[in-house]
């Protein structure tokens, strides 16, 4: 069983930032996929950020590419997500989610484990 545990969200202005984690826990998949995703009420999640399992290869949502950087340490099965310049428009529920089947590849669904969800409010 593998567990994953958001943390790092809270309320910011914007234009600043803040900082995410999702710690892996169970049995953890190091050599593999790891995503973020945000989620606002009565929308559908969508993607945000997928990193490779090594890292080498990262994917970015149009709408947070510049702004936004996703990076891992395998050693301490920690998921990071920087998040500089915010919007108002970022504000959701922020989600990391991991994948069996994907190593190399960053692909915008077909996660099959998540957290539980940290929330980010940017104020205007």
């Known amino acids: 069983q593998v567990q994953l545990v958001d943390s790092g969200g809270g309320l910011v202005q914007a234009g600043g930032s803040l900082g995410l984690s999702c710690a892996t826990s169970g049995r953890t998949f190091s050599r593999n996929t790891k995503a973020w995703f945000r989620q606002t009420p009565g929308k559908e999640r969508e993607f945000v950020a997928a990193s490779s399992w090594n890292g080498a290869t990262t994917s970015y949502a149009d709408s947070v590419k510049c702004r936004f950087t996703i990076s891992r340490d395998n050693a301490k099965n920690t998921l990071y997500l920087q998040m500089n310049s915010l919007k108002p428009e970022d504000t959701a529920v922020y989600y990391c989610?991991?994948?069996?089947?994907?190593?190399?590849?960053?692909?915008?669904?077909?996660?099959?484990?998540w957290g539980q969800g940290t929330q980010v409010t940017v104020s205007s």
């Open positions: 989610a991991s994948s069996t089947r994907y190593i190399n590849l960053t692909p915008r669904a077909g996660y099959e484990y």
